[in-house]
Structure formats: C-alpha cells, structure tokens
C-alpha cells in the first residue's frame, strides 16, 4: 500500500473542518444506549475514544453516570465538546492520541472508532483498549459487519476477522449481529462485549 494516507491529526481535523464527518449518526446508537440503560455501575470510569461529536456521552449523563471520559485527535472535535459539555464536570474531554492516552477505565464504549485503522493495525488497537482497562474492564459498541471496499477509513470487516484480534487480550463475552441498528445500518453491525484477560 504504497500511497497509504497517514491517519493522524491533520488528517481527522481536515474532515471536520470541511464537515466531512459521515460517521456521525446524528445521535446515539441504540444497540449502545439499550445496553447501558441495564448498566448499573453509575461510578464506572467510562472512555469513549475517537468520540466525535459524543452523543453516547450526552446519554450517559443523562442515566446519570458520572465519570466519562471522551478523547478525540482532532482539536476542531474536542473544542466543540469542551463547549458542549461546559456545565457537566462529569465529562472530561481530552484532545489527544489514542495510542499517547494513559488511564485506566471499567469501560470502554466502541462506536465507528476501530474501523478507522488500517486492518493491519486493528491488533495495535485491541492491545492498548486492553492496556486502558482494569481487571474485569470491558469493551462494548459495535463494529461494522460490511465491506466499505476503500483505501481510506471507514474500514469494515466481519467477526471472522474480529474474533482472532479481540481474543488475545478478551474473553468474547458477545459478538453478534445488532437487531437494533438504525435503518442505515441495519444488518451491518455486530453488538461486543468483550471482557479484558
């Protein structure tokens, strides 16, 4: 891959200053709200990396959790969701790099973030989720179960794929086709739980 885009900062704050920014739903995704309304830890130390525009967060504060975290490379994102989440010390927004965060959590929620790595650095990725998490933490979200067939992200996949990358640092708790999708995506998503080794 020789003309490979370089995926870093310049990149991501290039789409959102031109609002090239198609992963964003435009609101929470429902197979992630559905699962944290039955969950019952209100003190777990949440990370929603790679957030965008972090609807998940909004919420989540709203069911009344209280310790989330939300880290975006792109300072044009992390500025609007200083902004957003001014009035809630419960949401911590950082601008930084995945791979450069360092804090441990009890959850990490996954949604339209690993399908931005190159395939061949999906493994890079489920190793420092794994390094982010306390004993027993968890990854949950969805991953796409599709082939986008591009050269930039978002990049897809299938469980087939997923299964051999999470399963080194995870026990898979869940790894199966969401039935709550909404339209645009239905059939094309896989709900996780994954339970850190």
């Excluded at 929620?109 to 999906?122: A, G, H, L, V």
């Excluded at 004993?135 to 949950?140: A, K």
């Excluded at 067939?149 to 086709?177: A, C, R, T, V």
């Amino acid at each position: 891959m020789g003309n490979k885009i370089e995926l870093n900062q310049d990149f991501w704050n290039g789409l959102w200053k031109n609002s090239l920014t198609g992963w964003d739903i435009g609101s929470a995704s429902p197979p992630i709200t559905e699962f944290m309304q039955n969950y019952l830890n209100k003190d777990a130390k949440i990370l929603i990396p790679g957030c965008g525009n972090a609807y998940e967060a909004e919420f989540l504060v709203n069911q009344g959790f209280n310790d989330i975290t939300l880290i975006d490379i792109a300072p044009i994102a992390a500025e609007n969701l200083k902004n957003k989440f001014k009035d809630y010390p419960q949401v911590n927004v950082i601008c930084v790099d995945y791979f450069q965060h360092d804090n441990q959590y009890d959850l990490i929620i996954e949604q339209t973030f690993f399908c931005t790595f190159y395939p061949e650095d999906r493994e890079k990725y489920v190793q420092k989720a794994s390094s982010l998490l306390k004993e027993n933490g968890e990854i949950i979200g969805v991953l796409f179960n599709r082939d986008f067939g591009n050269p930039h992200p978002p990049f897809g996949g299938n469980q087939d794929e997923y299964i051999p990358i999470f399963s080194k640092y995870f026990d898979i708790i869940k790894l199966e086709k969401c039935n709550n999708s909404i339209p645009p995506r239905a059939n094309s998503e896989l709900f996780i739980r994954l339970s850190k080794k």
